[in-house]
Structure formats: structure tokens, C-alpha cells
């Protein structure tokens, strides 16, 4: 028995040759991708023009697209709505994350099965993102963070990365589509830092790929949405809602979804989306004081305002700024006194006269007031059912 025993572990023990290494299913070799040879030069022009990426199959989750993307941010808040619809054609997603596994969990629900393939990466290394690249036809860049950590600065995130990004698919050879999403109001002459770094990352990519799609979505709202939720989380806690300024700044948001929606739509054009920039903004303009009123709306309390004007908003937001990359442990992430945020509402964030937007896409986008704020209701003191609605509220300093 225990020669029997002996044997089997030896023949266990052997390699198989039938078996593929990993370097052979993803090669990171500097050959594979070297930028000198000729089949890595920049391809997506040379797909322009050549008909649909999509172009085979019934379009349903079960069937295959043709598209294999990887979507580099997709455990983020617009990753979650684009990697479902594109799972909902057939495409099949490759999600690098990093950190723990359960980051991309709720994705993988999402797609038929195989169709949404968690990556492990490190975005600091090259060869982990020619790894994660390596069997797409698509990359979709959604990296973006709106405040700084000890860790990552506003430049590396929403600059530097996209310019990697955008070279390794240089190289590759085979990517036949690239967008960038950046953000509405993005500009190099911009006091916001991270609105000045989307910028820079906009013309890095442009210069890498000059066939890449650019989109700039304004604030989006959705159910994971980081302008409704802190606001509702704020009013419920303390009772009123702080307004930089007087609320005046005027802002267009737009559904999340239809924002997913759009970058979908580019991938399954002829090719006419490729080296053009949308600017994706929703069908009506509010001020932050209207889309405020909204919030309260829904949350069915009566509104409560503070003005806070805008110098000391800066200085109760300056504090984190300047211990950030000081202290040697993470501070709490600013949610409603971001100081870069306070600088990029500053002035008004709309989309431009001659802009392409959705409607250059055949996308009508959803008006807000409606299903797309409906998650608001889970701040309904009592339950969704529960609480005063517009025509019963009741100014209580009207009570003897």
C-alpha cells in the first residue's frame, strides 16, 4: 500500500505538458509588447470605419458579442451599471481590482457564466495591467477619485494612470476601442486640482490614441451616488444641510445609468464615436439649492439651510488637505467639506453649446425627478411610506 501511495504522489508530482503555463496565456514578456515592433503600433484608427465591434450574436446575456473589455474601475459607482450592460449583450468583462476579493463579487452576478472575470492587479504595475489587458479588444478607463489619500495623490489617479493605460493599449496591438471617462468641467485653467488632472488625462490619452473616445459625464446620481447620499446621511444626522456659498452654482446632473448607457452605445457604433468627446450632462439644469429641494423631497423633511460662505468653507475644509500626506495613519474621506469639490462648484458645471452629448448618441436621458432619486426614500423617517410629502408639510415654527 504504502508503494502504491508512493507512486501515485510521484506521478502527481510530475509536470503536464498539456497543461498551459501562465506566461503563455498572458505573456508579459517586453517582447510581446514591445512598442519598436510594428504590430503594436497604435491599431484603433486603422478600425475606424470597418463597421460594428459588435458582430456576432442574438444580444442577449447568453449569447457572445464579440466584445472582451476590460474595465479598469469597474468596483467603483459607474463600474456596477456599465459591466452590467455590457454582460447584458454578451460582452464579456474583465474587472482588475485590487485589495480584497470581495471588491468585485457583486459583479460577477451580473454576467452569464465566465462572462465577468475578476483580475487581481496592482495599478502601480506594468506588468499587471499588460496581464489584464492582454485578451481584450476593448479598454474602458473609469479610474477617478475625487479626494486625495496618503496613497494617491489627485494627479497619479486621474493623470498618470490614464496616460499608462493608454500607452500599454498602444502597445498591445489588438485593442480596437479605447475610452476614457473623464468629467464635465475639466479644464487645465480649473482651481480644482482633480478637475485640472481629468484634463491632463484627456490630452495624455488623446496624444497616446488620437482614435480614443473621451466622455464627460457631469455629477451623476444613482444609488451609490457621493452628492445625494452624503447630503441625506448629513440632514438626517444634524437636522439641516450646509450650502457652500448661497447654492446659487449651477450644475446639470445626469442618471448614472444613462451615462453607462452612452459609453455602451460608442462601442456599438461603426467606428463614428472614435476621436471625439461627449460631454454627457442631464436634460435640465438645477442650482445646488433646487437639486437640494429635491433631495429633501424625497426624503419627505422639511428643508433646513446653513450658508456657509465659501472662505469658510475653505478653511473647515483645509485642515484635511494639509495633514493628508502628514500624518502616518488614513483619514476619514471628506464627504460633504471637500475642499476640491468646494473649488470645482465654485462656478457653474454645464454642458457647452456646440458639445456632442446623448443626443449625437440616439440616447434621450432620464429626467431626475423620478425613478432615478427614488433610492432616496430608504432616508424616510419611519420607512418609505412614511413621512409628510410636499403638499402636507407644515413649517413647524408655525406651532404655538
Keep these: 500500500m504504502q508503494a502504491i501511495t508512493r507512486r501515485l504522489g510521484q506521478h502527481s508530482l510530475r509536470p503536464t505538458p498539456s497543461i498551459p503555463s501562465i506566461n503563455s496565456i498572458y505573456p508579459l514578456s517586453d517582447h510581446y509588447y514591445g512598442g519598436d515592433h510594428p504590430r503594436?503600433?497604435?491599431?484603433?484608427?486603422?478600425?475606424?470605419?470597418?463597421?460594428?465591434?459588435?458582430?456576432?450574436?442574438?444580444g442577449g446575456r447568453s449569447s457572445v458579442s464579440g466584445i472582451i473589455a476590460t474595465v479598469f474601475g469597474a468596483t467603483g459607482f459607474l463600474g456596477r451599471y456599465l459591466v452590467q450592460q455590457l454582460a447584458k449583450m454578451g460582452s464579456q468583462a474583465l474587472v482588475p481590482f485590487r485589495g480584497s476579493e470581495d471588491n468585485p463579487r457583486h459583479l460577477k452576478l451580473m454576467g452569464d457564466l465566465g462572462q465577468i472575470v475578476p483580475m487581481k492587479y496592482d495599478p502601480r504595475d506594468e506588468n499587471s495591467i499588460k496581464a489584464v489587458m492582454a485578451k481584450a479588444n476593448v479598454v474602458i478607463n473609469l479610474i477617478g477619485r475625487e479626494y486625495e489619500t496618503r496613497n494617491y495623490s489627485f494627479e497619479e489617479v486621474n493623470h498618470f494612470m490614464a496616460e499608462q493605460l493608454a500607452v500599454i493599449a498602444k502597445e498591445h496591438g489588438g485593442i480596437m476601442r479605447f475610452i476614457q471617462v473623464s468629467c464635465l468641467g475639466s479644464s487645465l485653467s480649473s482651481p480644482s486640482r482633480f478637475l485640472r488632472a481629468k484634463a491632463a488625462g484627456e490630452e495624455a490619452v488623446l496624444k497616446e490614441l488620437p482614435e480614443a473616445t473621451v466622455m464627460k459625464p457631469a455629477v451623476m446620481i444613482g444609488t451609490e451616488d457621493r452628492i445625494m447620499n452624503p447630503w441625506?446621511?448629513?440632514?438626517?444626522?444634524?437636522?439641516?444641510?450646509?450650502?457652500?456659498?448661497?447654492?446659487?452654482?449651477?450644475?446639470?446632473?445626469?442618471?448614472?445609468?444613462?451615462?453607462?448607457?452612452?459609453?455602451?452605445?460608442?462601442?456599438?457604433?461603426?467606428?463614428?464615436?472614435?476621436?471625439?468627446?461627449?460631454?454627457?450632462?442631464?436634460?435640465?439644469?438645477?442650482?445646488?439649492?433646487?437639486?437640494?429641494?429635491?433631495?429633501?423631497?424625497?426624503?419627505?423633511?422639511?428643508?433646513?439651510?446653513?450658508?456657509?460662505?465659501?472662505?469658510?468653507?475653505?478653511?473647515?475644509?483645509?485642515?484635511?488637505?494639509?495633514?493628508?500626506?502628514?500624518?502616518?495613519?488614513?483619514?476619514?474621506?471628506?464627504?460633504?467639506?471637500?475642499?476640491?469639490?468646494?473649488?470645482?462648484?465654485?462656478?457653474?458645471?454645464?454642458?457647452?453649446?456646440?458639445?456632442?452629448?446623448?443626443?449625437?448618441?440616439?440616447?434621450?436621458?432620464?429626467?431626475?425627478?423620478g425613478y432615478p432619486v427614488e433610492f432616496l426614500i430608504q432616508y424616510r423617517k419611519g420607512g418609505p411610506q412614511f413621512g409628510s410629502t410636499v403638499s402636507e408639510k407644515v413649517n413647524p415654527d408655525s406651532y404655538p
Design 232 to 369: 441625506a446621511r448629513f440632514a438626517k444626522k444634524y437636522s439641516f444641510l450646509p450650502l457652500i456659498g448661497d447654492g446659487s452654482t449651477k450644475i446639470q446632473p445626469v442618471y448614472v445609468n444613462d451615462v453607462a448607457s452612452a459609453i455602451v452605445a460608442a462601442l456599438k457604433d461603426d467606428g463614428t464615436s472614435m476621436g471625439k468627446v461627449y460631454e454627457l450632462g442631464g436634460p435640465e439644469i438645477y442650482t445646488v439649492h433646487e437639486l437640494a429641494e429635491l433631495m429633501y423631497d424625497m426624503i419627505r423633511e422639511w428643508p433646513r439651510y446653513v450658508n456657509v460662505p465659501l472662505p469658510i468653507a475653505k478653511a473647515v475644509a483645509m485642515p484635511r488637505e494639509v495633514l493628508v500626506k502628514k500624518v502616518p495613519f488614513p483619514l476619514p474621506n471628506p464627504e460633504i467639506f471637500n475642499l476640491d469639490q468646494i473649488l470645482a462648484f465654485a462656478n457653474d458645471t454645464v454642458v457647452s453649446e456646440n458639445a456632442l452629448t446623448f443626443t449625437d448618441l440616439s440616447i434621450v436621458p432620464h429626467k431626475l425627478k
Design 40 to 58: 503594436y503600433g497604435s491599431t484603433l484608427a486603422s478600425h475606424k470605419g470597418m463597421g460594428h465591434l459588435v458582430r456576432k450574436g442574438t
